[in-house]
Each structure stands twice: as structure tokens, then as C-alpha cells.
């Protein structure tokens, strides 16, 4: 496996969410991996967690967020990050996809991402990836949805 990869040479995965999928491209190394997702307009996850700190960079579209009883618009050239552990989602209101761009540390796979290519040097030995799960939890939750300056 190489340092490097061409993205073209890196085969799409379809992750199945809960109401649509997204189509995504994942990179790894030991300490970390790299996500490239686009989901589609109406998209809408669940609440769910998982043992990962999430740092992200909207490249197209945008998607509100909710991380716990907080939500934000994040567009086109904006940063937002998702704690370790905290109960988060997001929606697409509009019909206009979305692409992000994901990290994840400590290296969350998730079972989801057959496709991920390993980023490492000749004759370095990869670390054992954490087998992290995606824990849904209610959809209590999505009550705040509610306030969200929106026309339903």
C-alpha cells in the first residue's frame, strides 16, 4: 500500500443510512482516516454516536446539523466538529446534494467502508484498526428539529 492514492483509483462505497444512502470514498492510516461523502438532497440520519472525535469541511451544498439540543446551517466552505461520543445527525432540507469532507480520530471504519484504502509506506507495518460501532440512540433527540427557521 502507498503513502498516496489517485482518488479515481479508489472504488465508491454506498453507505445505507437510516432513510437514504451516501456515497463515499475513505482513506486511512493508524491514527486517523479521511472521508469524502456526498449525500444526496432530503437526507436525513438519525441520532447516532460513536468513539470518535469528527472534525469536518463542507466542500458543496449544505446540511444542518445537531450535535446533542444544538443545531447550525453549515454551507459551502464552513468547519464544524463533532465531539467524541456526542449524539449527533443531520438533514438536508433542501433537493441539493451535499459533499463533506470527514475525519475521524481515533481511525473509525465502521464496518461500512469495504473500499477504504490504507495509507502506508513500504514496509510499514499498519496498526490493528478499533473495531468502532455507530450506536444509534433515540430519536427523542430530533425534537429539536422543531425550532429549525424552516417552512415544513
Not at 470514498?25 to 441520532?47: I, K
Not at 510499514?124 to 427557521?149: C, F, H, N, R, W
Amino acid at each position: 500500500m502507498p503513502l498516496y492514492v489517485r482518488r479515481e483509483d479508489i472504488a465508491n462505497d454506498t453507505v445505507t443510512t437510516q432513510y437514504t444512502n451516501m456515497s463515499t470514498q475513505m482513506v486511512y492510516g493508524n491514527e486517523s482516516c479521511l472521508m469524502l461523502a456526498t449525500r444526496p438532497g432530503g437526507y436525513h440520519s438519525h441520532p447516532h454516536k460513536h468513539d470518535t472525535e469528527q472534525m469536518n469541511y463542507v466542500i458543496d451544498g449544505e446540511i444542518w446539523v445537531f450535535v446533542e439540543d444544538k443545531f447550525f446551517l453549515v454551507k459551502a466552505g464552513d468547519y464544524y466538529r463533532i465531539p467524541r461520543n456526542a449524539v449527533h445527525w443531520g438533514w438536508i432540507t433542501s433537493d441539493k446534494p451535499c459533499t463533506i469532507l470527514e475525519v475521524f480520530a481515533p481511525t473509525y471504519l465502521g464496518g461500512t467502508h469495504p473500499n477504504a484504502a490504507g495509507l502506508y509506506d513500504q514496509g510499514e507495518q499498519p496498526g490493528k484498526i478499533p473495531d468502532i460501532k455507530t450506536e444509534a440512540v433515540s430519536d427523542d433527540y430530533m425534537k429539536v428539529e422543531q425550532k429549525l427557521p424552516i417552512k415544513r
